[in-house]
């Protein structure tokens, strides 16, 4: 298909583009903390977790922001993302692609995916939990280990399925200058799933919890 006949992009789409090319760092940052702020929100929706109440006299805005689901953490989630997430990203990706630049041989496509699982994933995964972990409220080094090491393999086997698979889709299927947006809403939809499963379980470990409480309350009046 000749240049001309390629159906054009959406104008929006063809903006976003051009700010990634003008300024590469800052719009990856604004689009993963903006991301990672609606992928908590979202998975709040999807899990049913309940609206936290607010005092009567609370402010209209207060009340919206509750009916919503967005909380401190959603706020929490758009600075990781936007310091911490995209930043990291940007820099062992770039220099990933830098080591390889101008090789297209299946062989170095190969040796970029090794690469890419073996030094970049790990990195990722451990800054992504301890990052967790921290949001979550964890107040000590030692909760935030905790949480690193229990999570670590399961998130990098995750990985290690997914992204070759994602790459060697977007090698064949997807252009080039696509392929940031591409991988973003990737990551977005796995994100939610994970964080919607994750908050799912707290719920029903929460619940669980509370009806031993119950139980062990009734016990204690019929005793």
């Known amino acids: 298909m000749s240049a001309s006949a390629a159906k054009p992009l959406n104008p929006l789409l ?3 583009l051009a700010e990634l090319v003008a ?17 908590e929100v979202l998975a709040s929706h999807l899990a049913g977790t309940p ?5 009567k006299d609370a402010p209209v ?3 919206a922001l509750a009916r919503a689901r967005i909380e401190a953490k959603s706020f929490k989630m758009f600075i990781y993302g936007f310091l ?4 990291m990203g940007h820099y062992l990706v770039g220099a990933l692609q830098r080591v390889f630049a101008g090789k297209t041989g299946t062989g170095a496509k190969v040796a970029q995916v090794i690469a890419s699982n073996l030094l970049v994933a790990p990195i990722q995964t451990l800054v992504y939990l301890a990052s967790m972990a921290i949001i979550n409220g964890a107040k000590s080094a030692d909760e935030v280990k905790k949480t690193v090491k229990a999570g670590f393999m399961p998130v990098l086997r995750v990985t290690w ?5 994602t ?5 064949n299927f997807v252009a080039p200058e696509l392929w940031v947006p591409f991988f973003n809403m990737v990551q977005f939809v796995l994100g939610t799933y994970f964080n919607t499963k ?3 379980a707290r719920s029903a470990a929460e619940a669980r919890a509370r009806r031993e409480l119950e139980e062990k309350a009734k016990a204690g009046k019929s005793a």
Do not use: C, D, N, W
């Open 51 to 55: 609206v936290k109440q607010k005092p």
């Open 14 to 16: 063809a903006a976003y």
């Open 23 to 39: 300024h590469p760092l800052r719009t990856k940052a604004l689009t993963t903390g903006s991301l990672s702020f609606l992928q």
């Open 198 to 200: 994750v908050k799912k």
């Open 167 to 171: 790459l060697v889709f977007a090698q």
């Open 161 to 165: 399925v997914t992204s070759p698979l």
């Open 61 to 63: 805005y207060s009340h």
């Open 84 to 87: 911490v997430s995209a930043p």
